[in-house]
């Protein structure tokens, strides 16, 4: 338990703001080298990615996870300084102690422990680590899969730390995700004096009945695993700053959150009939983020669950809900993939903390895991 508190402060000391890793995949790698798995770094430009395998032959089981966390805010507003972890009432405080370097902490011990336990293990196991997770994700684990596809490296089940869990440690797993589409949306009118509406065009008045179809539109029904396809409006701006002036354009930023009971084409082509009909002049710029994606194979979901059996005394509802993660890049290849972490009550919040207790749990978990899929004896 020393080592494990130990490991998870020192990450949570190290001040990785995405995409900085400022450290934390060097001190990972550190400890496992010696326990038989072989690193290798993968960077693009300012991201770092970290391979950590140990073994060759297949199945291959990798721990998915990320070392860079979100800007703490204003540190005034911290009891205890973002990056100098404090334990407190059993707690663990620090930036990133539920997303996800306690998860980091769990995965690492999690892989020491089954090291020793079973050193003639079937197949490989492996961590995949990225800095690049909570910014444009762009030069991550995306980039990383294209260099294991390559090589022919193919993984079979993929265990995520994001921070899963609802009211209790392992109440609730992850098996699949939603897609993401972001819109920026441009709508054109007239600049003008207010008292002279007839010489200008208002954009904002323009664009208020098209708001009202996009946010009354019913884009589906969703599924047994997904929840219908949400639209929220993310960022609107328009005016100069002046009280007396009509603004000459509006820009709008609205995201999709988006089920496998539509396609992002299909979403696109509905949302420009819907901007057509109301003759809106406007230009439109999409971002996919990500396609949903499902875990239907039965093997990892069985071995997370007995798992959590065994641990814990309960088995974890099955849910698809929350953002995107980058298990997102690993679905498309085949792989199963789950995703089971801490409380998610404080992530991205002031004070983030997880419970040091849930910190051994979920490690004892994670090694279960791994000796549920490749334990020989």
């Known amino acids: 338990m020393a080592d494990l508190l130990s490991l998870a402060s020192a990450l949570i000391a190290r001040p990785s703001v995405t995409p900085e890793d400022s450290g934390c995949m060097n001190l990972i790698a550190e400890q496992l080298t010696s326990f038989g798995f072989?690193?290798?770094?993968?960077?693009?430009?300012?991201?770092?990615?970290?391979?950590?395998?140990?073994?060759?032959?297949?199945?291959?089981?990798?721990?998915?996870?990320?070392?860079?966390v979100v800007p703490p805010g204003p540190l005034r507003d911290w009891t205890f300084p973002p990056f100098?972890?404090?334990?407190?009432?059993?707690?663990?405080?620090?930036?990133?102690?539920?997303?996800?370097?306690?998860?980091?902490?769990?995965?690492?011990?999690?892989?020491?422990?089954?090291?020793?336990?079973?050193?003639?293990?079937?197949?490989?196991?492996?961590?995949?680590?990225?800095?690049?997770?909570?910014?444009?994700?762009?030069d991550g684990v995306v980039k990383v899969v294209e260099i294991l596809k390559a090589r022919d490296e193919k993984i079979d089940w993929c265990l995520v730390g994001e921070p899963s869990s609802e009211e209790r440690l392992g109440d609730v797993i992850k098996i699949g995700r939603r897609g993401s589409l972001t819109a920026e949306l441009r709508v054109f009118g007239k600049q003008g004096h207010v008292a002279y509406p007839h010489k200008a065009k208002n954009p904002i008045h323009a664009f208020a009945r098209p708001l009202?179809?996009?946010?009354?539109?019913?884009?589906?029904?969703?599924?047994?695993?997904?929840p219908?396809?949400?639209?929220?409006?993310?960022?609107?701006q328009a005016g100069t700053g002046a009280d007396n002036v009509i603004p000459g354009q509006l820009d709008v930023q609205f995201n999709f959150r988006f089920?496998?009971?539509?396609?992002?084409?299909?979403?696109?082509?509905?949302?420009?009939?819907?901007?057509?009909?109301?003759?809106?002049?406007?230009?439109?710029?999409?971002?996919?983020?990500?396609?949903?994606?499902?875990?239907?194979?039965?093997?990892?979901i069985e071995a997370v669950q007995a798992a959590l059996e065994e641990v814990t005394g309960r088995r974890a509802e099955l849910s698809t809900a929350g953002g995107t993660s980058?298990?997102?890049?690993?679905?498309?290849?085949?792989a199963e993939v789950v995703e089971l972490g801490p409380l998610n009550a404080t992530i991205h919040q002031v004070n983030e903390w997880v419970a040091v207790a849930d910190l051994e749990t979920l490690t004892e978990v994670y090694l279960k895991v791994a000796e549920n899929l490749l334990a020989t004896t």
Request: charged share 25%; aromatic share 10%.
């Open 38 to 68: 072989k690193a290798e770094f993968l960077d693009f430009g300012d991201t770092r990615n970290l391979w950590l395998r140990r073994g060759t032959g297949q199945p291959l089981f990798v721990f998915l996870g990320h070392t860079d």
């Open 84 to 138: 100098e972890p404090h334990v407190r009432d059993g707690r663990l405080y620090g930036r990133g102690a539920a997303d996800m370097k306690g998860s980091l902490a769990a995965f690492t011990i999690a892989c020491q422990r089954f090291v020793e336990r079973h050193p003639t293990h079937e197949g490989s196991i492996a961590l995949l680590l990225t800095s690049d997770e909570e910014g444009s994700a762009t």
């Open 212 to 226: 009202q179809h996009l946010v009354e539109e019913v884009w589906d029904q969703g599924n047994a695993y997904f």
């Open 228 to 236: 219908p396809t949400s639209f929220q409006i993310a960022n609107v």
């Open 259 to 300: 089920s496998t009971e539509i396609t992002p084409e299909e979403i696109q082509r509905r949302v420009t009939a819907i901007l057509d009909h109301y003759g809106l002049d406007y230009e439109l710029d999409w971002r996919l983020s990500g396609h949903p994606f499902l875990t239907s194979g039965a093997r990892l």
């Open 326 to 334: 980058d298990g997102r890049f690993i679905a498309p290849t085949g």
